[in-house]
């Protein structure tokens, strides 16, 4: 699992990085989608085990854990969201 969150991280964070409004709107989309699929996938297990291999779930928890990580650790290093700021600044 470590292996999956490290490259996952250095991708969220090089793609927040690039685009700050871009790079959180795919973290949040995809890591809320892998969030859903491995609850789903939980409780289905516990209703009915299966021969899924552990794999599949430590993929699926690094799917959601990356993206919040690299989110965070984004918003610290920055000071938090400069495009949100930025945007209200325009409209006030």
Do not use: H, N
């Amino acid at each position: 699992m470590g292996v999956y969150l490290l490259i996952q991280t250095i991708i969220y964070l090089s793609l927040l990085l690039l685009d700050g409004y871009v790079g959180t709107l795919l973290a949040l989309i995809i890591g809320s989608i892998c969030l859903s699929i491995w609850l789903i996938s939980l409780a289905v297990e516990f209703i009915e085990p299966s021969r899924v291999p552990k794999s599949y779930y430590r993929l699926m928890i690094s799917g959601w854990l990356a993206p919040l990580m690299s989110v965070v650790i984004f918003a610290g290093l920055r000071g938090g969201w400069g495009f949100l700021t930025d945007a209200i600044s325009r409209v006030w």
